[in-house]
């Protein structure tokens, strides 16, 4: 007989957010049953670990950083944003 594989975590974590995901009927629900307290969690993990989390953009970038770098992100960040602000405006 030939072994089965294990399923991997990740897979059965990524399936189990998404059925969450898909039984909120409204983007508050969705918001409120698993955006929240998954966000709250991963800031909650990073900042145990010294870490920074961020997210930015349109469809959010998560940049996870130490607070050594943080600073350096955000501003590249803001440079970029604001170039396509300036980019955006005179099109």
Same mark, same amino acid.
């Given at each position: 007989?030939?072994?089965?594989?294990?399923?991997?975590?990740? =897979?059965?974590? #990524?399936?189990?957010?998404?059925?969450?995901?898909?039984?909120?009927?409204?983007? !508050?629900?969705? &918001?409120?049953? /698993?955006?929240?307290?998954?966000?709250? =969690?991963?800031? #909650?993990?990073?900042?145990?670990?010294?870490?920074?989390?961020?997210?930015?953009? !349109?469809?959010? &970038?998560?940049? /996870?950083?130490?607070?050594?770098?943080?600073?350096?992100?955000?501003?590249?960040?803001?440079?970029?944003?604001?170039?396509?602000?300036?980019?955006?405006?005179?099109?």
């Amino acid at each position: 007989m030939a072994k089965r594989k294990p399923k991997k975590r990740g =897979a059965d974590f #990524t399936s189990e957010l998404v059925a969450r995901m898909a039984r909120s009927a409204t983007a !508050e629900a969705l &918001n409120e049953n /698993v955006i929240t307290p998954f966000a709250t =969690a991963l800031e #909650t993990v990073c900042r145990e670990r010294g870490y920074i989390l961020n997210i930015y953009g !349109e469809s959010s &970038n998560l940049i /996870v950083s130490s607070e050594e770098d943080a600073q350096a992100i955000f501003q590249l960040i803001e440079q970029y944003f604001e170039s396509k602000d300036v980019v955006g405006d005179a099109g």
